[in-house]
């Protein structure tokens, strides 16, 4: 008999469940568990192939009769911004960012609560603890950051809401600092670029866009280190929510096992 390899991953098939992008449909996922020792060099080639990470799992899409979910990358040394992303670009030049390894707390789960609950409040991720927001943001076994993005100054609420930095005597900000944290984004480093993996932000500081401004501001990053592509995960044709990952190009569309450059029109 030949001894099994311990270092050659295993996948593993989920069972069929609602489709969370596209209604009437089911999803499957193939995933395997990274391997510790091994993991860095592991993640960059399932990368290339369409996985993902969520904490020390990699996976992709797999399901029967779809293929709907595309992976999508952005092309670093040829991107240029539009005349709607040089507005966002301009308008939070007063932001600060610091980049710092993945280390949680209460602060940062306070301004996930209320982004959760405001734009994703029947999702999976509104009842997370904040012992699993640690384990979503510090569970990692490959090469992760933290991006925060903070005002220089407490800003006046940009309507009669206040921001989140401004709700500390609600109940889910208890004992939680007054802060200026308004976005947060979790990120892999790869060898050939940034994995984004997970952001949020205050959602009562919409005219900032923050979410479109925290990808250009990973792009403007990865310039910087000379690397090529800003991952962005899986884009859904058909599902408005995913929509906003296509409006940064020129990208490449990862089809049939081939990454296809797409530009203004191919769409």
């Not at 990274?34 to 960059?44: E, G, T």
Request: charged content about 25%; some cysteine; hydrophobic content about 35%.
């Amino acid at each position: 008999m030949t001894e099994q390899r311990k270092d050659f991953p295993e996948f593993y098939l989920t069972r069929p469940q609602p489709c969370p992008y596209l209604p009437d449909r089911q999803e499957r996922k193939l995933f395997t568990h990274l391997i510790a020792d091994k993991s860095q060099a592991q993640f960059d080639f399932l990368h290339s192939d369409g996985f993902r990470r969520s904490q020390t799992i990699a996976y992709r899409p797999h399901c029967e009769n779809c293929a709907a979910c595309i992976s999508v990358r952005i092309r670093v040394e040829d991107f240029s911004l539009t005349k709607s992303q040089k507005r966002v670009w301009r308008s939070n030049q007063d932001l600060i960012s610091t980049r710092s390894d993945t280390n949680s707390g209460a602060e940062q789960y306070a301004l996930f609560k209320a982004y959760v609950e405001t734009r994703h409040g029947d999702g999976g991720m509104a009842d997370m603890s904040l012992f699993d927001y640690q384990a979503m943001i510090e569970d990692s076994v490959v090469d992760s950051f933290l991006t925060e993005y903070r005002l220089p100054y407490r800003e006046p609420a940009t309507s009669s809401r206040a921001s989140v930095a401004d709700r500390s005597d609600q109940p889910m900000f208890q004992n939680v600092r007054r802060t200026n944290l308004i976005g947060v984004s979790l990120c892999d480093r790869l060898s050939d670029g940034i994995s984004l993996v997970y952001s949020f932000f205050d959602p009562l500081l919409e005219p900032r866009s923050m979410g479109t401004y925290m990808i250009l501001e990973t792009i403007d990053y990865a310039r910087a280190l000379e690397l090529p592509y800003v991952y962005l995960g899986y884009w859904v044709k058909g599902s408005p929510k995913m929509d906003y990952k296509v409006r940064f190009l020129p990208q490449d569309h990862l089809m049939h096992g081939e990454w296809v450059r797409v530009d203004k029109g191919d769409i």
